[in-house]
């Protein structure tokens, strides 16, 4: 999360704005919730969950087994009615500046009978991918989790309307705290201007009018009385360790987060009721531990900054609680139309509109204008898998050995060798459809990918990075589009900023098996090395990928004593630490 100023009252930062825009436009692409509501309807949840990009790791069989009839019949329901793609497109993201999902993250979706919440619970549990480079694939699990692991985690076990489709239509009274309009909107759902907002406490009587003066109060930097409005109480006496700006006005150090005020109180109420704990950890400028003193609007909920120790036994508090809602900003700024949302959250937020279609796909690639040597104004525009100038072959040709001797290109030509080498800078428009090619790929579109492509965009084209199409299959479907990039002449040995081929990318970045085998069979080199010096075996037991033993011992016997001499030692002290650190642990 950034830490400047909100740039309206209740809106996110400024500098998240336009990348939440590009998360709602790629990360959840129509086709994906179109294929994964029509499995789901259908009954088959593992289909719903393929198209989605979710592995189920859990079997239901086994479940049964061990706990019990009763709770693989739950399982089994949650998971029949899981809307993965709804899931997808409220996961927590990192951010600043990144489209990709939060790294690491474990969402605890459902508790089962059978143990309390602070044991060892049965857990129904959504794991986001540990790489931001990494295919932005999830993992469904459903195993006992409890202690530190459950604390630590998102638990969205009192959230059912983040993933379950029985419960979609219930974002709405959650984003109004049962007002009859949505905070920021008039009751036809079109924005409010900020004159429209109120000037003065308008009274509980009024929860959307209340939590938008609260959200004025926090925006005008007099977050202690948004804060009192809400119920949270902060601790008169601070700890003497906090900086001295944190102990003369905590609410002070908060106001200059985006932060959504008028949610946390009421949702700590919540989880406590639920028993999931009655000590919550806000990971804010300092982590501050939230008391909810009773399940009433009216009890307060106290508040304190807190040391390492006892924050270690509060439950974190997800971030759907404190942060505010991305889709309600863009729609109030106008970078979201209601058609645009995902389907299951327009009907929620906006149950009176026509049903919304979802995110836009592929547009056809437009021609831009550029600057010719002799000063025109000529379009270019990709058509046919390559960049199109309006030129004679005979002005090509002479410009193709100007280049060859050493001169300097311009105009048509300089764009043509930019776009295909990385190298330069492309007028806005085709940085902008670069763009567009390069996050449909990062977040495995591949059917958005492909229609770029019959649209005629050049296979060829460098993305950031020095990156080609090649070194983004790990993201994709490779088998329908590595065929195809070979056929356009890609080049297998090709290196990106790092030094790194397209297979050594795959090994690195969590490509599957199949991958790295095609690859292989494509006629991939074996003796690699990124700019570390690391060789494709040595690379494989760093991020220890088993899975590619096969790999690791072609390396070894084909090409003995490639790599770096420095990486061999640091596996064997982090091996003997590893070693030692156990013994500690058994010690304790």
Excluded: K
Excluded at 101 to 117: C, E, Q, S
Excluded at 265 to 284: I, P, T
Excluded at 396 to 408: N, P, S, T, V, Y
């Amino acid at each position: 999360m950034t830490s400047s100023s909100p740039s309206l009252p209740g809106g996110i930062a400024p500098g998240d704005a336009p990348v939440w825009q590009r998360i709602r436009r790629y990360a959840v692409p129509r086709w994906m919730i179109e294929q994964a509501t029509a499995h789901r309807l259908a009954g088959d949840w593992r289909a719903a969950c393929a198209a989605a990009a979710v592995d189920p790791l859990l079997d239901l069989d086994d479940l049964r087994a061990r706990h019990g009839d009763a709770t693989a019949e739950a399982v089994t329901d949650d998971l029949r009615h899981l809307a993965p793609d709804l899931m997808r497109w409220h996961l927590p993201r990192r951010l600043g500046g990144r489209t990709t999902l939060a790294t690491d993250r474990r969402i605890l979706l459902a508790r089962y009978p059978g143990a309390p919440a602070t044991s060892q619970a049965l857990t129904l549990i959504v794991t986001t991918t540990p790489m931001m480079e990494g295919p932005q694939r999830l993992r469904l699990t459903c195993v006992p989790l409890g202690g530190r692991a459950a604390r630590n985690a998102e638990d969205w076990t009192q959230a059912r309307h983040l993933w379950d489709a029985r419960h979609a239509a219930t974002l709405r009274e959650r984003c109004t705290g049962g007002a009859d309009r949505l905070p920021f909107f008039h009751a036809d759902g079109t924005p409010l201007t900020t004159a429209e907002l109120p000037s003065q406490d308008p009274g509980p009587g009024d929860p959307a009018a209340r939590s938008e003066w609260i959200a004025v109060l926090h925006h005008r930097g007099e977050t202690a009385e948004a804060l009192r409005l809400t119920g949270i109480v902060f601790d008169p006496e601070q700890p003497q360790w906090l900086p001295s700006d944190f102990r003369a006005g905590p609410a002070a150090a908060l106001a200059r987060l985006p932060l959504d005020l008028g949610r946390p109180a009421a949702e700590c109420r919540r989880l406590a009721a639920a028993g999931v704990n009655d000590r919550f950890r806000a990971d804010w400028v300092w982590p501050l531990v939230l008391e909810p003193t009773g399940p009433a609007p009216e009890d307060p909920v106290r508040a304190r900054f807190a040391d390492r120790d006892e924050a270690g036994s509060a439950t974190r508090l997800p971030e759907y609680t404190w942060q505010p809602q991305p889709d309600l900003h863009l729609l109030r700024t106008g970078r979201l139309t209601v058609d645009d949302l995902h389907p299951l959250v327009a009907a929620a937020l906006f149950p009176q509109a026509p049903p919304a279609a979802g995110p836009p796909g592929p547009a056809e690639p437009a021609p831009v204008r550029v600057r010719c040597r002799d000063g025109a104004w000529h379009e270019v525009r990709f058509r046919g898998g390559d960049l199109v100038v309006p030129h004679t072959a005979q002005e090509i040709q002479r410009e193709q050995a100007l280049r060859a001797f050493g001169g300097a290109v311009a105009g048509c030509f300089a764009v043509r060798e930019y776009a295909r080498s990385g190298q330069g800078r492309l007028p806005r428009a085709l940085h902008e459809q670069r763009r567009e090619l390069m996050l449909r790929a990062q977040h495995g579109d591949t059917p958005g990918v492909v229609a770029l492509l019959d649209a005629g965009v050049d296979p060829r084209l460098v993305l950031p990075g020095r990156r080609t199409l090649l070194h983004v299959l790990h993201l994709l479907d490779h088998r329908e589009l590595l065929p195809r990039l070979l056929a356009a002449g890609l080049d297998l040995e090709a290196v990106d900023h790092g030094d790194r081929t397209p297979l050594m990318t795959a090994v690195t970045y969590g490509g599957s098996a199949e991958l790295v085998r095609d690859l292989l069979a494509a006629g991939a080199r074996l003796d690699a090395l990124d700019d570390m010096e690391l060789s494709l075996s040595q690379v494989i037991r760093r991020y220890r990928r088993d899975d590619l033993a096969f790999l690791a011992e072609r390396v070894d016997e084909e090409f003995p004593g490639v790599g770096a001499e420095w990486f061999d030692e640091w596996m064997e002290e982090r091996a003997e630490y590893a070693q030692y650190d156990g013994q500690e642990d058994e010690d304790e």
